[in-house]
């Protein structure tokens, strides 16, 4: 599928903008449910807005919003990254979504062909992104289009009180 896609289809990806922002909240919210982990989302209209859609123009995520018949069914949340080994940025796929009865329209697989595209006109070396172990729908949909699981990797996180306490050292 190229982007924009051909008008004869009635799925549409575009760019988010500050108008959205209740939406995008809303596709967090439908995310977190969906991984049972709405308890954790801490995000607001407001910070969404101020860090998505600042004043200065510079975000430091930006979002696509996936259409089927200009209705809105799914987002994707990017940003930049970096490799050293390649020595080039890459794109780092934070989130990607598509409402549970809008699935199976090709919606996700846009998703990615559009930041794939995104990221060969950019020049950039690679799109990363992580899932859920159990997320097995989700694993074989990745893997059919190419992308390999890094089993020799495991992610970390520091956040809350782990985060604060070692900050303050």
């Known amino acids: 599928m190229t982007f924009p896609p051909p ?7 575009r760019a988010a903008t500050a108008a959205d922002v209740g939406l995008i909240l809303a596709f ?9 982990l709405l308890h954790e989302v801490e995000a607001t ?3 969404l807005r101020r860090t998505m859609f600042p004043e200065d123009g510079s975000p430091v995520a930006r979002v696509l919003i996936g259409e089927w018949e200009g209705r809105p069914e799914g987002f994707a949340v ?14 780092y796929l934070e989130d990607v979504f598509v409402r549970p009865e809008a699935r199976g329209r090709g919606i996700g697989k ?8 995104l ?13 859920l172990d159990w997320n097995e729908p989700s694993i074989a949909f990745y893997r059919s289009l ?9 992610t970390f996180r520091l956040t809350g009180l782990a985060l604060r306490e070692l900050g303050r050292r």
């Open 119 to 131: 990221a060969v006109e950019q020049g950039l070396g690679r799109v990363d992104w992580s899932v």
């Open 78 to 91: 990017y940003f930049h990254n970096y490799s050293t080994f390649l020595g080039k940025e890459g794109l």
């Open 7 to 13: 008008a004869s289809t009635p799925l549409s990806i």
């Open 146 to 154: 190419g992308a390999v699981p890094m089993a020799d990797w495991t």
């Open 45 to 47: 209209e407001e910070s």
């Open 28 to 36: 967090i919210r439908d995310l977190a449910t969906y991984e049972k």
């Open 110 to 117: 846009a998703f990615l062909l559009h930041l794939a595209q």
